[in-house]
T-cell receptor
């Protein structure tokens, strides 16, 4: 089945850029999603990228996809303390396959 | 529509008791998913429904776990004879099949088995 790997921790200073990386195994994913989870809360959809794209920009967020290497990254520009959370990448197909597979997530800590 | 609603937010139960959680999805969403999340882990898929049909249930953790969505709207997840290892956050999500917008998650039900 699908396997998703992310580094567990990332610490940055406020105002710097953050880059969160993800590798996955299932090359059939049509869409790949990034979710954010704040303490004690459910997951919030941040952004997604279609598998035939290699980059998508959405305000402070930039998603890069290297389909050949099955590598996905999320860049957060001008990181703020409110960005501190756990970030999950989740390959999927937008619903027709049935379920998204999540890794353990990357805990982003932003220091003032 | 206020999003995906899960009740209760917290549940403390004694080992061996049965518990039931409820999820109310976004009204126009025809798909509903249940996930379990333990501390330090990502959400682990359990089961999902399209309308009232349960299309995948092989990932339910044991036969003590069951889920229903009788009228294709709200869903319930039941755990029978709870064990301490069942302590976790149970997340529900919904989506509209055929769209790209991923899932909308509820805030979860935190279960503590004592």
């Amino acid at each position: 089945g699908e396997d998703v790997e992310q580094s567990l921790f990332l610490s940055v200073r406020e105002g710097d850029s953050s880059v969160i990386n993800c590798t996955y195994t299932d090359s059939s994913s049509t869409y790949l999603y990034w979710y954010k989870q704040e303490p004690g809360a459910g997951l919030q959809l941040l952004t997604y990228i279609f598998s035939n794209m290699d980059m998508k920009q959405d305000q402070r967020l930039t998603v890069l996809l290297n389909k050949k290497d099955k590598h996905l990254s999320l860049r957060i520009a001008d990181t703020q303390t409110g960005d501190s959370a756990i970030y999950f990448c989740a390959p999927g197909d937008g619903g027709s396959q049935g379920n998204l597979i999540f890794g353990k997530g990357t805990k982003l800590s932003v220091k003032p | 529509d206020t999003g995906v609603s899960q009740n209760p937010r917290h549940k403390i139960t004694k080992r061996g008791q049965n518990v039931t959680f409820r999820c109310d999805p976004i009204s126009e969403h025809n798909r509903l998913y249940w996930y379990r999340q333990t501390l330090g882990q990502g959400p682990e898929f359990l089961t999902y429904f399209q309308n009232e049909a349960q299309l995948e249930k092989s990932r339910l953790l044991s036969d003590r776990f069951s889920a229903e969505r009788p009228k294709g709207s709200f869903s319930t997840l039941e755990i029978q004879r709870t064990e301490q290892g069942d302590s976790a956050m149970y997340l529900c999500a919904s989506s509209l099949a055929g769209t790209v917008y991923g899932y909308t998650f509820g805030s979860g039900t935190r279960l503590t088995v004592v």
